[in-house]
């Protein structure tokens, strides 16, 4: 994700050393919302160890995970960019945060009832695209807010963001 970021700022002619040291806020981002997502999904294991809700407790986890979240202006405000670029910075942040609650929040939802139609009616074509929306909420548009973050901050032009962006 973060090397993403930075090598989409070069993909445009920026300098990707302007973002090099902000790298880290991006992942602290994806750590939280995994914090989040293993406290919704009830899961007792991530990369290999004990979940950090298992660890610290159900109320330290939520709060660890949301507190990332913020780490987000740390990286706007570090930039050497202008004003206008920074606030479209965080309007492209807030839009891709709605959209992965959103993909969690249609997981946690869940499938079964669309299973269950798919099977009865032999037909999987709405089941599939609800698993295509969750995904592309869930992981698509955080890895294209790493793109974006990559591209306003090099100075891309509105065809070059708009082709990134899809």
């Known amino acids: 994700r973060a090397n993403i970021m930075v090598d989409a700022c070069e993909a445009v002619g920026g300098d990707g050393r302007l973002l090099q040291p902000w790298v880290g806020v991006i992942e602290l981002l994806h750590v939280g919302s995994l914090i989040v997502d293993d406290v919704e999904d009830g899961s007792s294991m991530r990369r290999g160890g004990a979940c950090c809700h298992e660890i610290y407790g159900t109320p330290v986890a939520i709060n660890a995970g949301n507190c990332a979240y913020f780490f987000f202006d740390r990286l706007v405000e570090g930039l050497p960019i202008s004003l206008g670029k920074k ?77 990134m962006a899809s």
Do not use: S, W
């Not at 929040?105 to 032999?122: P, Y």
């Open 87 to 163: 606030a479209r910075l965080y309007r492209i942040f807030f839009e891709a945060m709605r959209a992965a609650h959103a993909g969690q929040a249609m997981d946690l939802h869940g499938l079964l009832t669309l299973a269950e139609e798919a099977v009865r009616h032999r037909d999987i074509t709405v089941l599939i695209r609800a698993v295509e929306t969750i995904h592309v909420n869930k992981t698509g548009i955080p890895v294209a807010l790493c793109v974006l973050i990559g591209a306003v901050t090099a100075g891309a032009d509105e065809d070059q963001i708009r082709a």
